[in-house]
């Protein structure tokens, strides 16, 4: 089981989300990783967790509508690098734990890929809080590690049903669940978003926390 996941390689303040150096330094703890996925004009899966570059880079365009270069044209000015998710793949350790979490609604021909990409991988799980990617990849491949991520909002008696779905094998919820015993009849691996601060790791080590600023 996996206890210390870094929230999109944010180990430290420092580290720029999303980004090689942040996901390399991870790794050189032992720290396993979560991170974004969308897809690119040119179908390219690259590790981003926005729809669109307006939070991060002034300019409102959505990933969807631009290609890989144009996409790292605008974040170079920010002093970003968006890698593509072979190359997060091709930096991580055989016993690098991977949560991948695709934010956009992938195509079944986006959905083989990210599959052939992650071939090399022994350790990984795929996510989503659109239910409809995971059912989509469990049809093509039915052994994978795959969950649904659930918002704050998600009531209860909702979460409890989607976990006995048979191709559901995690859960990823918002950390205000932590305390909810009603969850405790789920039988599968439960991950917590997100803990900023050693506190809460402290508090909660019997849990599968998704953290950052260790």
Request: proline letters at 2%; one cysteine or more.
């Amino acid at each position: 089981m996996v206890h210390s996941i870094i929230h999109r390689g944010l180990a430290k303040k420092k580290f720029k989300e999303n980004t090689l150096p942040a996901f390399k330094y991870c790794f050189k703890k032992n720290f396993g990783i979560e991170t974004d996925l969308h897809i690119t004009k040119d179908n390219k899966i690259i590790c981003f967790h926005d729809f669109n570059l307006k939070r991060k880079f002034r300019i409102n365009k959505l990933i969807k509508n631009l290609n890989f270069k144009e996409i790292n044209k605008i974040a170079k000015k920010f002093g970003y690098y968006l890698p593509e998710l072979k190359e997060l793949v091709s930096v991580a350790k055989d016993n690098s734990y991977l949560m991948l979490e695709i934010k956009s609604l992938f195509s079944k021909k986006n959905l083989i890929q990210l599959i052939n990409e992650t071939k090399k991988l022994k350790f990984f799980s795929i996510t989503s809080f659109n239910e409809k990617n995971i059912r989509n990849i469990y049809k093509i491949k039915k052994n994978l590690t795959l969950g649904i991520c659930f918002a704050s909002t998600t009531p209860i008696k909702k979460i409890i049903k989607k976990s006995k779905l048979n191709y559901v094998k995690i859960i990823v919820m918002e950390k205000k669940f932590l305390l909810k015993k009603k969850l405790n009849i789920i039988n599968k691996p439960i991950y917590y978003y997100t803990a900023r601060n050693k506190e809460i790791r402290n508090k909660y080590k019997n849990k599968n926390l998704i953290f950052e600023n260790l």
